[in-house]
């Protein structure tokens, strides 16, 4: 049997990523999950995965482990993980704010690791990732990452390992932003008279349709915002508020820069 992968937390990026995987036809698979769900469980019979509850020795090293838990989980865990990095496997973390040089503290500085920052639309394959490699890492530890996040759609490498910190900031936490303008859209429409089923519809079509037509047409966001604009229209009105000093672009920037800072943080 050739070298399996190890998934180390089944939860949603890591349940996204081990049924893209299976899409994908890459096997041999191993999970350990301290607390399977049932949906996990049964996909684990039906595709004849080992499923574990704690990490187990395995009879054959993995190539490669990837690492799907929050940053919390892992600095507790980590040390479990040792003897899966000092065999030889390549070790991708997905863990936010979770350092290169904290891990190889636990692992050994010979542990070959690649960070990768996924999100949330990895679920239905239309995410995005970024991904760093560490030193020590070669061009088949790349190519290999590269094939396992590619799972949940869409990956780009980065230069320097800070800029994670921004990824994470961005494209990690940014669903959630793009959720709560979803919500505010909603909100502002049943101010307007809308019923509420209506106002969610609306709103959540729209998004969801603009985030399609980005994908697809390749001219610049801006472009596609001023092809929405007519002068003296209804558009042009509301981007004059969106548009103020203190409008949109620098809420969204002082968020952005939060959720940096905070990265940072668990890093240190």
């Not at 299976?22 to 499923?51: C, F, N, Q, T, Y």
């Not at 530890?141 to 800029?163: K, Q, Y």
């Amino acid at each position: 049997m050739s070298q399996p992968v190890l998934l180390v937390g089944a939860g949603r990026i890591g349940g996204a990523l081990l049924k893209g995987w299976i899409a994908g036809d890459i096997g041999p698979i191993g999970v350990v999950e301290p607390r399977p769900s049932s949906d996990l469980r049964k996909l684990a019979r039906l595709h004849g995965i080992p499923l574990w509850e704690k990490i187990e020795r395995l009879a054959t090293p993995p190539r490669a482990c990837v690492i799907a838990l929050k940053p919390q989980v892992l600095r507790i865990e980590a040390g479990q993980l040792k003897a899966v990095a000092q065999s030889g496997a390549l070790m991708v973390s997905v863990a936010a704010g979770t350092t290169i040089a904290l891990l190889c503290g636990v692992w050994g500085r010979k542990a070959r690791i690649i960070r990768a920052m996924p999100n949330t639309p990895g679920r239905i394959g239309q995410g995005i990732s970024a991904l760093y490699a560490g030193r020590g890492t070669t061009s088949q530890d790349r190519r290999l990452a590269e094939a396992l996040l590619t799972a949940l759609g869409e990956t780009l490498w980065v230069r320097r390992e800070t800029l994670i910190d921004a990824v994470t900031a961005v494209s990690g936490s940014g669903p959630a932003y793009v959720f709560l303008l979803v919500e505010a859209l909603a909100e502002a429409a049943c101010a307007g008279g809308l019923p509420r089923s209506d106002a969610e519809k609306l709103a959540r079509a729209t998004v969801a349709g603009a985030g399609a037509l980005l994908r697809v047409d390749k001219r610049s966001a801006a472009e596609l915002r001023k092809e929405v604009t007519s002068p003296g229209g209804t558009t042009e009105a509301a981007l004059k508020i969106l548009l103020r000093a203190n409008g949109i672009r620098s809420l969204i920037g002082r968020a952005v820069h939060a959720a940096k800072m905070r990265a940072e943080d668990l890093g240190r």
